[in-house]
């Protein structure tokens, strides 16, 4: 766990439906300065709701029913409205999936990054224009001064992703939030944006809170994993030896199912059976159902997240003992192929 965290969440649940389900239940990460971590899970597992939590902005039915969400000291869990307008595209900027939908069709994709700029930083029209042109060309977009005129629907999906990812950093915030930011992207444009969230990152500092089905994504880009399943965290720990020896058998599963060629170039793909949904109260592990290793005492009873050496923390009973790289050098054998 970093020393010194940007954001720190604490044992988060968040219900949906008016209440009636939990589907985040008991999460919690850190993220220090600088730092880029990656959430990975199945679709439904909790990821987006985490995120929109940490910005303040759940849909209209959701809640925080628990938990603390601290940021650059301040807990946000008791943050007036007011409080989140300082923070949210402020302080914490977010790219989503989609980036049409973030933008109204019928104004000039600049004169939008300008109006965030009047609005939070109080500049003047024309500042914020040539302020709103040199982030564009910041964001790697050619000819920015005619990208600025441009509407919404004569850009390409890379260059509106490029657009939101310029009103995302526009305040200069120190959390960037890249929620399947480059997913509807294809391949080529897709390593683009992420070389640019990479290059953001470098040059300001940046922390990242990325989430993505594609695991090259999430390899290139993050420092570390956390696993979601069934809204909790079953593992975390270093992006490297997460990828390279996963400890809990969700993970290990889901780098199978994406390593049938090339893990790195995959998505994750569906594993058989189905994930509890969102609210099921099961009395013991949420995988056990799906997983292959299961054992009867999995079931039995709420199987506690255990922190391993090397900031690695894996729920599972079957791991109790030392993960990864430290396995081998505590020399307890902990990882095989015997689960
Ligand atoms: N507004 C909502 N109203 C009701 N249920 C919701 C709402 N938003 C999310 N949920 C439920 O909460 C669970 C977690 O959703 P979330 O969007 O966080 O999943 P996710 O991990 O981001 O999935 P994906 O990979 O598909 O984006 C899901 O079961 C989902 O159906
Ligand atoms: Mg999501």
């Known amino acids: 766990m ?15 439906s008016g209440g009636r389900a939990e589907a985040v239940r008991g999460v919690s990460f850190e993220v220090a300065p600088g730092e880029a971590v990656g959430l990975v899970g199945e679709s439904g597992s909790g990821k987006t709701l985490t995120c929109r939590a940490v910005l303040g902005a759940l ?6 029913s628990s938990g603390e969400i601290e940021f650059g000291g301040h807990d946000l869990t008791g943050a007036s409205r007011r409080q989140w307008l300082g923070i949210r595209g402020s302080r914490i900027g977010a790219v989503f999936q989609d980036p049409a939908s973030y933008l109204n069709p019928s104004l000039p994709v600049g004169d939008q990054l300008a109006e965030v ?33 441009q509407y919404p629907h004569e850009l390409s999906g890379g260059m509106l ?8 950093v526009s305040c200069d915030p120190e959390l960037l939030i890249a929620d399947e930011a480059t997913t509807a992207l294809d391949v080529t444009v897709q390593a683009e944006v992420l070389e640019l969230l990479a290059r953001l990152r470098a040059e300001r500092g940046l922390s990242i809170v990325c989430v993505s089905h ?7 880009l993050c420092d570390r994993i956390v696993v979601f399943y069934g809204g909790e965290i079953v593992e975390s720990g270093p992006a490297r030896e997460v990828l390279d020896s996963p400890a809990h058998p969700y993970t290990e599963a ?16 569906v594993i058989p059976g189905q994930p509890p949904p969102a ?38 009973l079957l791991r109790q003992e030392p993960v990864g790289r430290d396995a081998v050098s505590v020399g307890a054998g902990a990882r095989g192929s015997d689960l």
Not at 118 to 127: C, D, E, F, P, S
Request: a positive charge; aromatic letters at 2%; hydrophobic letters at 45%.
């Open 214 to 220: 594609d695991l090259a994504v999430i390899a290139a």
């Open 279 to 316: 609210g099921a109260s099961l009395p013991g592990c949420r995988f056990a159902g799906r997983c292959s290793f299961a054992e009867e005492a999995c079931s039995a009873a709420p199987v506690p997240l255990t922190a391993h050496p090397g900031g690695r923390e894996v729920r599972c």
């Open 161 to 168: 992703q490029r657009v939101l990812v310029a009103v995302a």
């Open 59 to 64: 849909a209209p039915g959701c809640s925080v």
């Open 117 to 149: 700029l009047r609005v939070k930083l109080g500049l003047r029209r024309r500042a914020a224009r040539e302020r709103a042109v040199e982030l564009l060309g910041a964001m790697g977009l050619h000819d920015p001064a005619r990208v600025h005129g």
């Open 254 to 269: 889901l780098l199978r199912v994406a390593s049938a060629g090339d893990w790195g170039r995959r998505t994750l793909e």
């Open 2 to 16: 970093p020393a010194e965290a940007l954001l720190s969440v604490r044992d988060l649940r968040v219900t949906v």
